[in-house]
């Protein structure tokens, strides 16, 4: 396959509605838009090829992350988020968020989910008795399919809430304050915290979880501005490297991984995602070369052990043999030595005789 075009990957998707939520008090719908996770794979695979790109799980804190990896110049980037449960089937939800929220990563449908949320009145449904979303004529819209069509009719008639972002970006861009730093895999760490009480601190010098309950919890406004995209995409950085960084010292406390301490040092430098990942493959390689040496020196002491095993074994039974032998002579001289004294004694009777 030709060198892949990521920037194919950014292509608009097509999106649905679906309600988020309803309001305590006003019963009012929450609507967000959302991507289905096939439309995701289906692009996936047209622009990097089926061969070239995978996804993998592990949990990390009680948390489902996924990894989506794309095979660049023979090497494979990983880029990792975590996923939030749904109300109807948590594991799959959670799986296919977390799927979805890696794949916003990579590009994938970024502008799907910066779109506005969409309020709703409702009224009690008379077959389920649960609130549902109406339209403004009083219509009820009681699945996806009837709630994006509605939607996207409005979208008609107003504009989209993507454009009026965009003009709201438009204004604002000359009123970024003079600390702005633009997030990138190299600078997301110094990103200035804009809002609550870590307002004006540095993303990367704030405790470890709370920086872990930025990215586990944080959405955007309804009304982003330019520095909560900003934000938005360093939490994105955040949470692909921070699994990587946990890989990493698993295996560094590995038995068979002889630089701990170097690794641990090198952390502390805050490396981005890529050159984790290469550290995590070389971790990786390290130990199994060492699992493979340990293993034929032992396999090496094991037949040393043998040899000197069945040395001494054949000391053993010479060892043996010598002992059996001077026991069978120093019988047979007990045995007969009374004989050999009678002898000399007749010999010498016979000597007084004579």
Not at 198 to 224: C, I, M, Q, S
Not at 260 to 282: H, M
Request: proline share 3%.
């Amino acid at each position: 396959m030709d060198k892949i075009d990521l920037s194919q990957l950014s292509v608009e998707l097509d999106y649905q509605w679906k309600v988020q939520s309803i309001t305590k008090g006003s019963n009012i719908a929450i609507c967000v838009a959302y991507i289905d996770a096939r439309d995701a794979m289906d692009l996936l695979d047209r622009v990097c090829g089926q061969e070239n790109w995978t996804r993998e799980y592990k949990e990390i804190n009680h948390s489902l992350y996924c990894g989506v990896s794309i095979k660049i110049n023979s090497e494979w980037i990983t880029k990792w988020d975590l996923g939030t449960e749904s109300k109807e089937e948590k594991e799959k939800g959670e799986a296919s968020d977390a799927f979805k929220r890696a794949c916003v990563s990579w590009g994938i449908a970024r502008g799907c989910y910066r779109k506005e949320e969409i309020r709703l009145k409702t009224v009690t449904s008379k077959y389920t008795g649960k609130l549902v979303p109406i339209d403004h004529k009083g219509n009820v819209l009681y699945n996806s399919k009837s709630l994006t069509k509605y939607i996207r009719s409005m979208d008609e008639k107003i504009p989209d809430p993507e454009y009026r972002q965009s003009s709201v970006k438009a204004k604002k861009e000359d009123q970024l304050p003079e600390d702005f730093i633009k997030a990138t895999e190299d600078t997301w760490r110094d990103v200035i915290v804009h809002f609550g009480k870590h307002k004006g601190v540095k993303f990367g010098d704030l405790p470890y979880n709370t920086r872990f309950g930025f990215t586990e919890n944080w959405k955007p406004p309804a009304k982003e501005t330019p520095q909560d995209a900003n934000f938005e995409i360093m939490l994105a950085h955040a949470r692909t490297e921070q699994p990587l960084r946990e890989e990493l010292k698993k295996l560094a406390n590995n038995r068979f991984f002889d630089k701990k301490d170097a690794v641990i040092e090198w952390l502390k430098s805050y490396p981005n995602a890529t050159a984790l990942q290469e550290a995590v493959n070389r971790a990786k390689a390290t130990i199994k070369h060492n699992e493979k040496l340990t293993s034929i020196e032992e396999e090496d002491l094991d037949s040393l052990f043998a040899d000197q095993r069945d040395q001494d074994t054949k000391k053993e039974g010479s060892l043996k043999v010598s002992s059996l032998a001077l026991s069978f002579s120093f019988g047979s001289f007990l045995f007969l030595s009374p004989f050999l004294l009678c002898a000399t004694s007749n010999c010498s009777c016979s000597a007084s005789s004579v």
